[in-house]
């Protein structure tokens, strides 16, 4: 079944059961929906054979191995493969137990494999490193009953300027997307280091999985989520949203999609992840939202504080016009097209949107004439590093601020602690106290926050390294590590970068980050014996 969109105007969100009666979304959604029937029409038998395989009891079953080899030939649908170059990929496809010796080894090689797998740097995200680092399942164990417990969401702002600001003074029950965890694990166990409302990496993590089932499932987990962000806070109710982008079946009430998803930040297009951003927008697309990557000046406020969005990538336009979406001109005729913009994604690293730049944002989000997420309310709530001395739990080092004890006891225990910004980012202002002089020491600001010194374990390569947990709300999105040589978190020296993540009992992190997968891989593992 494709993912198909209404064609009603008179609404800017679209039921997804309304979706899957309507017509397809694009030509192109539509044309690959008949290419697939008419695949399946003249060599459905012979894949209905190359994946069946008969037990000594005589009854047929499927090999886990041989689909896993016909569904890597489908996936070349979702590429750029003409029609006959998918029939023939599948009419060439040999069984394996036509093989043997050497050809059968190598064609072992070429099937996926959970752990170890050489990972190929692709030219998008964040530098990426080969292989798996397994954590305990201990440690995984603390970890998620601290995401799921809650205990880092503060009723109240830390700050007083925060308690009458509009933007952010007023607890809401949304803007908790993509946040990330930051853990350092060492023989006592996970250190929480610090949490993040605009964590970066999570493509690049999904990218680490060269399996497509398991990163097509990573990957729809993420657009799912997005969409019971949206749902939250347009809303005010979580509904409950389907396994597959195909399933029809809901709790009560049902998913709504946004019409349009921006994605901003400050410079877009100069930003080290904005490859990530492209690819989260072309994933929303696949289910007919149109979507853009954009930087803050490229908005327009209209009369109602509607925030609206230009629309110039050719795909947005084929769904404006197949669902007659409303769009405007700002300008002469030959301008963008501008369409209201129903969910912010937002990655600007002004937590506050304080700046000028950013005052048209801050308007449609007070109007909540936008689903803005991670929200500024979450932010001043959760990663405000003032609010990790109010978090009673044992993965929380012990944090305090400058001013709460005399500089005769920092000068004499600096090494114990690192010191960081109450807010900010990228590590910026960050300082390591076995690193930092008395005299540099002596010129922060007293609302520095100082945190007990949780070193980072050292991977077998030498890099250092910490333990990032991805989620919406307590809903895990992505595990990984992220490597470093410095004092500090950095991605630029060369043994920097991203590595896949998962517990050691787990055989996969689509595993973790889908449960229900746990049933399929148990009937994977009694038809593989």
């Not at 105007?9 to 959604?29: D, G, H, I, K």
């Not at 692709?122 to 995401?147: A, Y």
């Not at 089932?213 to 019971?228: D, E, G, K, P, Y």
Request: aromatic letters at 8%; glycine letters at 4%; proline letters at 7%.
């Amino acid at each position: 079944t494709t993912t198909t969109t209404t064609t009603s105007s008179s609404s800017s969100t679209s039921s997804f059961e309304n979706r899957n009666n309507a017509p397809a979304t694009t030509p192109m959604l539509l044309l690959r929906q008949n290419e697939f029937q008419q695949i399946w029409s003249e060599l459905g038998d012979k894949i209905g054979a190359m994946v069946s395989t008969t037990t000594t009891d005589g009854e047929k079953v499927v090999d886990v191995s041989q689909f896993m080899r016909v569904f890597k030939a489908l996936q070349s649908l979702c590429c750029n493969s003409s029609l006959e170059e998918i029939k023939l990929n599948i009419e060439n496809m040999i069984p394996t137990e036509d093989l043997d010796g050497d050809e059968h080894k190598a064609a072992e090689q070429q099937e996926p494999t959970a752990r170890g797998s050489p990972i190929i740097n692709r030219p998008f995200g964040l530098p990426q490193k080969d292989g798996v680092q397994l954590i305990k399942s201990s440690d995984w164990v603390v970890i998620q009953e601290f995401v799921n417990s809650r205990v880092w969401w503060q009723e109240d702002p830390p700050s007083e300027e925060d308690r009458v600001d509009p933007l952010v003074k007023d607890k809401i029950n949304y803007g908790a997307f993509m946040l990330g965890f930051d853990f350092h694990i060492d023989d006592n166990g996970p250190h929480l280091i610090e949490v993040n409302t605009n964590a970066g990496g999570l493509a690049t993590v999904h990218d680490l999985e060269r399996n497509p089932c398991q990163r097509a499932i990573l990957r729809h987990t993420f657009v799912q989520a997005l969409i019971s962000e949206y749902n939250l806070g347009a809303f005010s109710q979580p509904p409950q949203p389907p396994s597959t982008p195909q399933s029809t079946s809901f709790s009560s009430p049902p998913l709504t999609y946004p019409t349009s998803v921006a994605i901003v930040d400050t410079n877009a297009p100069q930003q080290g992840l904005y490859k990530e951003m492209l690819i989260y927008a072309s994933m929303l697309r696949l289910y007919g939202i149109v979507a853009e990557v954009l930087s803050p000046e490229q908005f327009v406020l209209d009369e109602e504080n509607n925030l609206l969005m230009p629309v110039s990538n050719a795909q947005n336009l084929v769904i404006i016009q197949n669902q007659h979406l409303k769009t405007t001109k700002s300008g002469d005729a030959n301008s963008d097209s501008y369409i209201k913009v129903d969910f912010l994604y937002n990655r600007l690293t002004d937590f506050r949107f304080k700046e000028d730049v950013h005052a048209h944002i801050r308007t449609a989000t007070i109007a909540r004439t936008v689903i803005t997420s991670p929200h500024p309310a979450t932010y001043v709530r959760v990663a405000d590093k003032r609010n990790l001395m109010k978090i009673q739990h044992p993965v929380v080092p012990m944090t305090c601020q400058l001013k709460d004890k005399p500089m005769e006891f920092w000068t004499k225990n600096r090494k114990k602690f690192v010191f960081k910004p109450p807010e900010g980012n990228a590590s910026k202002g960050v300082f390591r106290g076995d690193k930092l002089s008395n005299k540099k020491l002596q010129t922060l600001p007293d609302d520095t926050v100082a945190q007990e010194l949780c070193a980072p374990p050292i991977a077998e390569d030498g890099s250092k390294f910490d333990f990032r947990v991805f989620s919406h709300d307590t809903q895990v999105l992505g595990l990984s590590t992220r490597h470093f040589s410095g004092q500090v978190m950095e991605m630029s020296s060369e043994k920097s970068g991203f590595k896949s993540s998962y517990p050691e009992d787990a055989c996969c992190l689509a595993m973790i980050v889908s449960p229900s997968l746990t049933t399929s891989l148990q009937r994977t593992k009694v038809i593989e014996e």
